[in-house]
Nanobody, 123 residues
Framework: QVQLVESGGGSVQDGGSLRLSCAAS????????MGWFRQATGKEREGVAA???????SYADSVKGRFTISRDNGKNTLYLQMTNLKPEDTATYYC?????????????????WGKGTLVTISS
């Protein structure tokens, strides 16, 4: 059973930056798709970003140009660099992954999930 553990959440002011990390218990090289999702209080979970390889990424329109997803298979870690953060980015952020090789895009179905890390942006 793959375990995913997020870290890096916290509280920052409007315009600030954070980098989230997701450490996997298994080798991420064979995980064909990994991604970040978020869920704000009272809202449905939404896809934020997804990555298949270093050159194949996708983003939600709301974060394009501000967030960057990356993965380091040597460290079995997924990252989400977040810049120019806004109060509407406040949410619990979840890391997710799957092995099967079919379409990988933001919001893709995933098989394994972390427990989340809270990001709070104050104005």
């Amino acid at each position: 059973q793959v375990q995913l553990v997020e870290s890096g959440g916290g509280s920052v002011q409007d315009g600030g930056s954070l980098r989230l990390s997701c450490a996997a218990s298994e080798n991420t090289y064979s995980m064909s798709c990994m991604g970040w999702f978020r869920q704000a209080t009272g809202k449905e979970r939404e896809g934020v970003a997804a990555i298949r390889s270093a050159s194949t990424t996708s983003y939600a329109d709301s974060v394009k140009g501000r967030f960057t997803i990356s993965r380091d298979n040597g460290k079995n870690t997924l990252y989400l660099q977040m810049t120019n953060l806004k109060p509407e980015d406040t949410a619990t952020y979840y890391c997710a992954a799957r092995y099967p090789s079919y379409g990988c895009y933001v919001g893709s179905p995933m098989d394994y999930w972390g427990k989340g890390t809270l990001v709070t942006i104050s104005s």
